[in-house]
């Protein structure tokens, strides 16, 4: 398919696929080194970061400081580190304003669903050790529980054990055992929280430091009061939590291994629990280091790829344009003889796809133009023709007498007075067409109740009816609902009574009818006059087209109101047709919108 579309995208195609296989060269073959060289260095710098970053979450609610340490982060790994929401929406960047954000999310900080791929050590609740939440003593409790700690490290010592004091990450101190590598207050690793400390023997007492405080206690029945809601209903044994997040059973009074429910309903607890205390999770992205070490593109090479690319894309650019332009060309002389004046102007395009269809619409427009000139030239005819007659009568008998050939008696006054009317209607029909093709005929609509305006339509012509020896009546059917100008409505209507008056017989009938047919209503006018031949019918409501080309006032009027009832219709958004049997029926059928 030889498409302007499918041509141009092939060009681009090529010079895409040259460009991208230049580049991709020059990169490879100047970076992979410094790729694998920087791999291991760039994966344990991520693993600080987000290390770094996790301990943030872990000891604040929000991110809303985390500003100043994701620029010491940068600065230290030379990295650029971004951290944005879940919805996109950027929380703090090392980069300038206005930098668009990598590609590629590194990992997500989450505090309470660590990252195990950069932190291979986690623990299985994946929750990071440092987010303590309610359980984070305070400078209080810490000062007097280090000072009890101390306290039983120094009788430790005097009775031969040798002891080491850590702080766990709640504040609490830890007393490890290092003869026996047992902690008094050990803790499953990598557990924020201490356990119950066991019993020794002697003088030293391990309870003054080893015994929850009130923060501990309020915070360890909220975090039961959580388990216990998450395991109503599942059959679980009945036990609690104890400082060490351990399953205390009430069966078996000690420590047991939690089964797989309780320790979900554990770590489901802790989650929400904690969930107040740490910054929601965020997106981490990890940019390249700031200046890379590997080898630098020879200066020849850019140069040669760039020649190349370029030739290759002017070539190809040169190529599709002379078989674009040649085309175009003929087209831009066929629009100039058309503006000439020249209106058989065609132009012949040996393709096929977009230019070959531009030349077809444009083919169509001059033949468009030139039927359209051939039927103004034809107008302006018929106009003259119509204006021709009345005023020649008006003119010879005003000469007549004027030479005193004839007298003006009243009846020759009535006789000019009607050639004025004919001339005035003719005028006043085509201002109403001129105005239809202009888009300005003025509509007022309103709801219209259709018996009455046909009611109305028919007591204005009854008279020549009558007159004429024929017969005239409507109908409606359930009164159809109509909302339009009811004047432009009845001038529509009347043009066609009187058409049908005009070539209706002595003794015929003359029928108007209304119904509704679906969301539009249907306006009838059927007569029983002398029809109209198949091969007329297209062209009824043209204008000044009449049967009889001789255009004789007792056969025809002007020939413009069924044009203008056409022009009516169409304005009220609907149509105008006409079925017809010669010698036995013709309808006129207006289709208006409820």
Known sequence: MRSLFVRLLTSSAVVAVCSITATAWLAASSTSGAIQREQGQTLASDARINNSLLGYASRHADWSGVAATVRDLAAQNSRRIALATENGTLIADSATAGTPLPAKVSAVVDPLAVDVTLVPGAARDRIDPRAVGPFLLSARDRARLRKAADTYA????????????????????????????????????????????????????????????????????????????????????????????????????????????????????????????VAPAAYLYIGSPAEATGQRIPLPSIAGAALLVLVLTVGVSVMAARRLVRPVNALTHAAQRMRDGDSSARVTVRTTGEISELATAFNEMSEHLQ?????????????????????????????????????????????????????????????????????????????????????????????????????????VTDDPPLTADPVRLRQAIGNLVTNSLRYTPRGGHITLGARQDGDQVVVEVTDTGIGIRAEHLPHVFDRFWRAEKSRNRQTGGSGLGLAIVRNLAEAHGGTATVTSVPGIRTTFTLRLPS
């Open 371 to 475: 039927r359209m000139e051939e039927q103004r030239k034809a107008m302006v005819s018929d106009v003259s023709h119509e204006l021709r007659t009345p005023l020649s009568n008006l003119r010879g008998w005003l000469e007549a007498a004027q030479d005193g050939v004839a007298e003006l008696d009243p009846a020759l006054i009535a006789s000019l007075v009607e050639e004025i009317l004919l001339l005035q209607h003719i005028v006043d029909d085509l201002q109403e067409l001129a105005l239809a093709d202009a888009g300005k005929l003025r509509l007022h609509v309103e709801p219209v109740h259709l018996g009455d305006l046909l009611d109305q339509v028919t007591t204005a012509h009854r008279g020549r009816a009558e007159a004429a020896g024929l017969t005239l009546t409507s109908m």
């Open 154 to 277: 120094a009788c430790a010592g005097r009775t031969g054990q040798a002891v080491q004091v850590t702080v766990s990450n709640t504040g609490r101190p830890l007393v490890t055992t290092l003869s026996q590598g047992v902690s008094q207050e050990s803790s499953p690793m990598p557990s924020p929280m201490p356990t119950a400390a066991p019993i020794v023997v002697g003088a030293c007492d391990a309870t003054a430091f080893s015994t929850p405080t009130r923060t501990e206690k309020a915070a360890l029945k909220h975090l039961n009061l959580l388990v216990s809601r998450c395991l109503k209903g599942k059959g679980a044994e009945r036990g609690s939590v104890g400082l060490d997040f351990t399953w205390v059973s009430k069966v078996k009074s000690r420590p047991t291994e939690p089964d797989q429910v309780i320790s979900s309903c554990i770590v489901t607890a802790r989650k929400e629990q904690l969930d107040p205390f």
